[in-house]
Nanobody
Framework: QVQLVESGGGLVQAGGSLRLSCAASGRTFTNYAMGWFRQAPGKEREFVAAISRSRNNIYYADSVKGRFTVSRDNAKNLVYLQMNSLKPEDTAVYYC????????????????????WGQGTQVTVSS
């Protein structure tokens, strides 16, 4: 069992920045690739970013590429999502997730590939 706890959400004006953190516990952190997803009201959960166990491979959704940066600190069991140049359409509940599938270099954009999820943190961007 892996426990994931997100933090860092909040209210920010358009153009501002936030950094989300996700703390993992329960299993060896380096056994898991990590992903960030988000879900806006009335919409399906969508992929945002993912990072492999080794940190060598990173994927971003086209909608956040160039504005968001995912990283992980394997010594501290933390994964981060730095969000810059935020837009009102980034407003959503943001979730981190982990998957033990694949290799050191595997990343996944599919929510169904992830085994464990955090409770989410709300990000609201005002115009």
């Amino acid at each position: 069992q892996v426990q994931l706890v997100e933090s860092g959400g909040g209210l920010v004006q358009a153009g501002g920045s936030l950094r989300l953190s996700c703390a993992a516990s329960g299993r060896t952190f380096t056994n898991y690739a990590m992903g960030w997803f988000r879900q806006a009201p009335g919409k399906e959960r969508e992929f945002v970013a993912a990072i492999s166990r080794s940190r060598n491979n990173i994927y971003y959704a086209d909608s956040v590429k160039g504005r968001f940066t995912v990283s992980r600190d394997n010594a501290k069991n933390l994964v981060y999502l730095q969000m810059n140049s935020l837009k009102p359409e980034d407003t959503a509940v943001y979730y981190c997730a982990s998957t033990g599938a694949g290799t050191l270099y595997t990343v996944s954009k599919g929510a169904g590939d992830y085994d464990y999820w955090g409770q989410g943190t709300q990000v609201t961007v005002s115009s």
